[in-house]
């Protein structure tokens, strides 16, 4: 099979004939470890936005201090800005990111203050959006068996007020001016449901990102709840009668969310990040969660902050193999939904995913323990 047959078989419910592995195009530096591994049946997962966002009657201004960005939002009804930390090469290398494939670091939000809550109402309220297909489209005709094209969408109403608007103060008041978050969060709701759901219910992708990076730490089972999972609900109505999967990068600890992500209609666990970063191990989820697709984000601990570190990775990878018998037809492994990796890893997990065959025995993760021993001894 081609890796992107691989990935639609186990999308589609089937066996494919091994266990999909593949990397997020925009950690890939390309190079001739990169094809050694792609030769090797790693695949791709490029992702694409497939909307235009636009807000009408807000004048933004955009200035650069140093290592910093600064947004200023002028709008009939006050001023907001946001401030930015940028790395080297931040608007030359690919996809928004600097040259070490970082994003930038968000050190002040739009929201300071209560009185700036008008202005983002004021935002929301004319915020739109439109379809633009064309980089799905063009990025699946040049993809070809390579893998697979993820249309992308905004952060969920909630996640895009924490992470991208006010942040960590949102907690606050949600406890002293819940009305006035909730009033926000609402209009960002109604405009997703009338123009952006629709929008993604017609791309061309067989599976669509909504949102993410889904923490306990910043997202707890009451707010998941009441303000994640009937966001999830709506979109996935749609996308399911379009024949379209709902994926959700799930990147952070899991463990308290378990059952409200088992009963919500997301169908594709994107980035679910084992011990030793996440807290959730994989055999409890795929049993927990027996109607789910995981897409497994190999841990950076292990696969970059040792650096490179063959044999570990290895040993780490065979083990989160053996924990997904017999439910292995239900997971892909992702190299990073992180950062770039030490090459030399790369290899080491693509040495291990060429060999592995489906279904995945115990006899044969014992067979490739050994061989890895053997290896580790003659050095």
């Given at each position: 099979?081609?890796p992107?047959?691989?990935?639609l078989?186990?999308?589609n419910?089937g066996k494919p004939?091994?266990?999909?592995f593949a990397?997020?195009?925009?950690?890939?530096?390309?190079?001739e470890?990169e094809?050694?591994?792609?030769?090797?049946?790693?695949?791709l997962l490029c992702?694409?936005?497939?909307y235009?966002?636009?807000?009408?009657?807000?004048e933004?201004?955009?200035k650069?201090e140093?290592?910093y960005?600064?947004?200023r939002?002028?709008t009939?009804?006050?001023s907001?800005f946001?401030r930015l930390r940028v790395g080297?090469?931040?608007?030359?290398a690919?996809?928004?990111?600097?040259w070490?494939?970082?994003?930038p670091?968000?050190?002040?939000f739009m929201v300071?203050g209560?009185?700036d809550y008008?202005?983002?109402?004021?935002?929301?309220?004319?915020l739109?959006?439109k379809?633009?297909?064309y980089?799905?489209?063009?990025?699946?005709?040049r993809?070809?068996?390579?893998?697979?094209?993820?249309?992308?969408l905004?952060?969920?109403p909630m996640?895009r007020l924490?992470?991208e608007?006010?942040?960590y103060r949102?907690y606050?008041?949600?406890?002293?001016?819940k009305?006035?978050?909730?009033?926000?969060?609402c209009?960002l709701?109604?405009?997703?449901?009338k123009e952006l759901?629709?929008i993604a219910?017609?791309?061309?992708?067989k599976v669509?990102?909504?949102?993410?990076n889904?923490d306990s730490l910043?997202?707890?089972?009451k707010?998941?709840?009441k303000?994640y999972?009937p966001?999830y609900?709506?979109?996935?109505g749609?996308l399911h009668a379009?024949?379209?999967?709902?994926?959700?990068h799930?990147?952070g600890?899991l463990?308290?969310?378990?059952?409200?992500?088992?009963?919500?209609?997301?169908?594709?666990?994107?980035?679910?990040?084992?011990?030793?970063?996440?807290d959730?191990?994989?055999?409890?989820a795929?049993e927990?969660w027996k109607?789910k697709?995981i897409?497994?984000?190999?841990p950076s601990a292990?696969?970059?902050?040792?650096g490179p570190?063959?044999q570990?990775?290895?040993?780490?990878l065979?083990?989160?193999l053996e924990k997904?018998i017999?439910y292995?037809n239900?997971i892909?492994?992702?190299a990073?939904?992180e950062?770039?990796l030490?090459?030399e890893?790369l290899?080491a997990?693509a040495?291990?995913m060429?060999e592995?065959?489906?279904?995945?025995e115990?006899?044969?993760?014992?067979?490739?323990?050994k061989?890895?021993?053997?290896?580790a001894?003659?050095?």
């Amino acid at each position: 099979m081609s890796p992107r047959e691989r990935i639609l078989c186990m999308l589609n419910g089937g066996k494919p004939d091994k266990v999909p592995f593949a990397h997020c195009d925009r950690h890939l530096p390309r190079g001739e470890m990169e094809r050694a591994a792609r030769n090797m049946g790693m695949g791709l997962l490029c992702y694409r936005p497939c909307y235009i966002e636009y807000v009408q009657d807000v004048e933004l201004t955009v200035k650069y201090e140093g290592e910093y960005i600064v947004r200023r939002y002028d709008t009939p009804v006050g001023s907001v800005f946001e401030r930015l930390r940028v790395g080297v090469g931040y608007g030359q290398a690919c996809f928004g990111r600097d040259w070490k494939g970082m994003q930038p670091i968000r050190t002040s939000f739009m929201v300071k203050g209560l009185e700036d809550y008008r202005v983002l109402k004021f935002i929301a309220e004319n915020l739109h959006f439109k379809p633009y297909y064309y980089p799905v489209e063009d990025q699946d005709r040049r993809l070809g068996e390579d893998g697979i094209v993820v249309s992308t969408l905004p952060y969920e109403p909630m996640q895009r007020l924490v992470i991208e608007w006010v942040g960590y103060r949102l907690y606050v008041d949600m406890l002293k001016n819940k009305d006035v978050v909730e009033e926000i969060f609402c209009i960002l709701e109604e405009r997703y449901v009338k123009e952006l759901f629709p929008i993604a219910a017609n791309s061309p992708s067989k599976v669509i990102l909504y949102g993410g990076n889904i923490d306990s730490l910043i997202v707890n089972p009451k707010m998941f709840e009441k303000y994640y999972l009937p966001t999830y609900e709506k979109l996935a109505g749609m996308l399911h009668a379009k024949g379209k999967l709902l994926d959700v990068h799930m990147d952070g600890k899991l463990k308290a969310l378990s059952n409200h992500i088992a009963n919500s209609k997301v169908d594709i666990i994107e980035a679910f990040t084992p011990p030793p970063t996440g807290d959730l191990p994989l055999d409890e989820a795929l049993e927990l969660w027996k109607d789910k697709i995981i897409w497994i984000n190999f841990p950076s601990a292990i696969s970059t902050a040792l650096g490179p570190n063959q044999q570990n990775v290895k040993k780490f990878l065979i083990e989160l193999l053996e924990k997904s018998i017999p439910y292995s037809n239900r997971i892909m492994i992702i190299a990073s939904t992180e950062n770039f990796l030490p090459e030399e890893n790369l290899i080491a997990m693509a040495e291990v995913m060429e060999e592995i065959k489906q279904p995945i025995e115990r006899e044969t993760i014992e067979c490739m323990r050994k061989k890895l021993f053997s290896t580790a001894s003659n050095v």
